[in-house]
């Protein structure tokens, strides 16, 4: 299985945690601790790369920090 890595951003907005990378548009994880922010966008995008796989779009490039 291949592994692909994207660089995130965890942000604080009010009682939540968001948080996004800017190589995934419209992808992002939100809750209540750190934590939760970032198990969140880890399923998130694990599920749109699954969804990447099954329709044959092209999986976003990773990029290093």
Same mark, same amino acid.
């Given at each position: 299985m291949a592994h692909h890595t994207y660089p995130i951003t965890i942000e604080k907005e009010a009682k939540?945690?968001?948080a996004f990378s800017k190589q995934l548009p /419209?992808?992002?994880g939100l /809750?209540? =601790?750190v934590e939760h922010a970032k198990d =969140?966008?880890?399923e998130a995008?694990?599920?749109y790369i699954l969804r990447c796989k099954k329709t044959g779009r092209a999986i976003p490039a990773r990029r290093s920090v």
């Amino acid at each position: 299985m291949a592994h692909h890595t994207y660089p995130i951003t965890i942000e604080k907005e009010a009682k939540q945690y968001y948080a996004f990378s800017k190589q995934l548009p /419209g992808v992002y994880g939100l /809750g209540p =601790s750190v934590e939760h922010a970032k198990d =969140s966008i880890l399923e998130a995008i694990r599920i749109y790369i699954l969804r990447c796989k099954k329709t044959g779009r092209a999986i976003p490039a990773r990029r290093s920090v």
